[in-house]
């Protein structure tokens, strides 16, 4: 199939639900594809990573969505992100990760570990109250996340619920295309956690409190650091990047667990292995499958030559499921060696709140399969119909009855547990 095509199909709706095997129709061409005249599709692992590292490219910041998107200011949805850490190059991204790595540092990230099991265990409760199935998205994937990072960020525990649905709808402008119809809706919903977000701000500003606001804030008010536009842009990131893509590691993850009792038996026995699962399923079934970068300069990868103003999108899903990379990719397999998915992306612009889901997921998992033994996929999934942010929009589960001790099999012959 003709590149072109094969992104056209990619881009369908059933293209969006499945991926994988367009992924390979696009492989067959190269690691690194030219999809249009100055479009370019990576799918290679070494390719995605080198350029996500390479300076020569950036993420479309202000000045060049003014060259190639007339108009988007007049989008509360697209403005409201345009300041962020995600949209920004240097020298104004470096300073603004730095900022806000000051912020969000390990022993704040740290000490959310026993924040997330309590939240996690009154899930599991609520689940086990329920009669009959169960959605685990509703359930468990979104508010598991949810809790963590409005905890994180000092958001009041009655105002959580809003998130769901602003996140659903602003996130909608991080797909490759979007219509006119799901823009206004992503507007509608940008506009709104905008104003709810300049409270919180003016909140912590006249009573700071140990979170992650009241250090932005604090940034911000320091004196040319954070400008006012960058604080609501980062704050609104944060909130909505900070649990969407966790939802979704969740809700794959287990599906993919489900599907191999035995991985998913050791696991419930030996938690201490949980860094390698995660590691494995961020790699088998990534919830980001896409960035974008453009090149500000001559670059060759893949025998393939980038003139500069070229577009290339990076599909980090294919290139986790690079054989070049990892053997029998669309094996999951959490005794895999040497597991470095790209799912968070690399260089400058590596996920900010990485080791927070990783820590979230490390955690969920082996407490799911522990408490609830009977657990079980108990209808059809719905996979949303997006490709940027690949996750369900309904998991129904079965969850049986809480098991106390669980007996399950031990770990494969001859092997020492994944690697973290």
Known sequence: MDPADALALLMSPEGRVDPYPTYELLRAHGPVVQAGPVFFVVTGYAEADAILRDARFGVLDDALRDQFMPGWRESPAILSISRSMLRTNPPDH????????????????????????????????????????????????????????????????????????????????????????????????????????TELVAARRRAPADDLTSALVQAHDGGDRLSGD??????????????????????????????????????????????????????????????????????????????????????LGAANRDPRRYPEPARFDPWRPQVHPLSFGAGPHYCLGAALARLEAQVAFPLLLRRLPGLAVAGRPERRVRLTLRGHATLPVRVGREASPVTVPGTPPGAAGPTP
Not at 126 to 150: H, N, T, W
Not at 165 to 188: F, H, K, M, Q, Y
Not at 285 to 305: C, E, F, K
């Open 230 to 315: 960058e604080l609501l842009a980062n704050l609104i990131v944060l909130l909505v990047a900070g649990f969407e893509t966790t939802t979704n590691l969740l809700g794959n993850g287990l599906v993919a667990l489900l599907e191999h009792p035995r991985a998913a038996a050791t696991l419930a026995e030996h938690p201490e292995f949980a860094p390698g699962y995660v590691d494995e399923l961020l790699r088998y079934d990534s919830p980001v499958q896409l960035t974008s970068r453009m090149s500000t300069a001559p670059a060759r990868y893949g025998d393939v030559d980038l003139p500069p103003e070229s577009w290339v999108i990076v599909m």
């Open 94 to 197: 470096s300073r603004m990760r730095r900022l806000a790595a000051g912020a969000f540092t390990p022993r704040r990230i740290a000490a959310m570990h026993d924040v997330v099991r309590a939240q996690a265990d009154e899930l599991v409760d609520a689940m086990l109250a329920a009669e009959g199935p169960v959605d685990f998205m509703a359930g468990f994937a979104y508010p598991l996340p949810v809790g963590v990072i409005c905890a994180l960020l000092g958001v009041p525990a009655a105002d959580r619920p809003l998130f769901r649905r602003w996140a659903t709808d602003l996130t909608g402008v991080l797909e490759p295309e979007i219509t006119e119809e799901e823009l206004a809706v992503a507007d509608r919903g940008a506009s709104e956690l905008r104003a709810y977000s």
